[in-house]
């Protein structure tokens, strides 16, 4: 059965005649939503712009909204967080980051041999907490012949071991200049 408040809030709506409403009211079963859709079907009222429709009552359309789209929120995207997702989110991502870092690996090498291999995780606890230890050491490798080379999934791309054999060449250059060696191994002094 259709009531009088269904039919006034259609007629509202629509811009149509008391008559009109209760039959179209009647022809869907009381369902405005679907009375509406009728309607615009039949090219009897326009459609809004942005195909959205609404068929609740304005005064309860703040309340309800609100919880709809707290409920709706995407679960990556932050907003509403609790503090607990959050650090489970960061813990998740440290993790995935030591993961990565114990897979690849820094190699030392001499020549052809290799002279020791450390996972990335354990260089950058050597670089955070002993810098001014770390970087003067490998400096100084450099200079005695030592080549460094990233192994792994992630690091061991080939523009990033070419970096690092550029500057071992560039440290054998130098190391040829102060000894007065030319780049064919002659000797400069004589």
Request: with cysteine; net charge negative.
């Amino acid at each position: 059965m259709v009531t009088l408040e269904q039919v006034e809030k259609l007629r509202e709506y629509a811009n149509i005649s008391y008559e009109e409403a209760k039959k179209v009211l009647e022809e869907t079963n009381g369902d405005i939503l679907e009375a509406i859709v009728k309607l615009e079907k039949e090219n009897r009222i326009a459609a809004p712009e942005g195909g959205y429709y609404n068929s609740r009552d304005r005064s309860q359309e703040g309340h309800e909204n609100g919880k709809e789209e707290y409920e709706n929120k995407a679960p990556n995207s932050g907003e509403g967080a609790s503090f607990g997702e959050l650090l489970g989110r960061f813990l998740r991502w440290c993790g995935d980051l030591i993961s990565r870092g114990n897979v690849n690996s820094f190699v030392v090498t001499k020549g052809d041999e290799k002279v020791m291999s450390i996972p990335v995780t354990i260089l950058v606890i050597l670089l955070v907490f002993t810098f001014w230890i770390t970087i003067p050491l490998i400096i100084v490798g450099l200079f005695f012949g030592y080549k460094y080379k990233f192994v792994g999934p992630d690091l061991g791309k080939e523009n990033v071991n070419r970096a690092m054999d550029s500057v071992a060449e560039a440290a054998e250059n130098l190391i040829k200049e102060v000894k007065g060696e030319k780049s064919n191994g002659e000797d400069s002094n004589n």
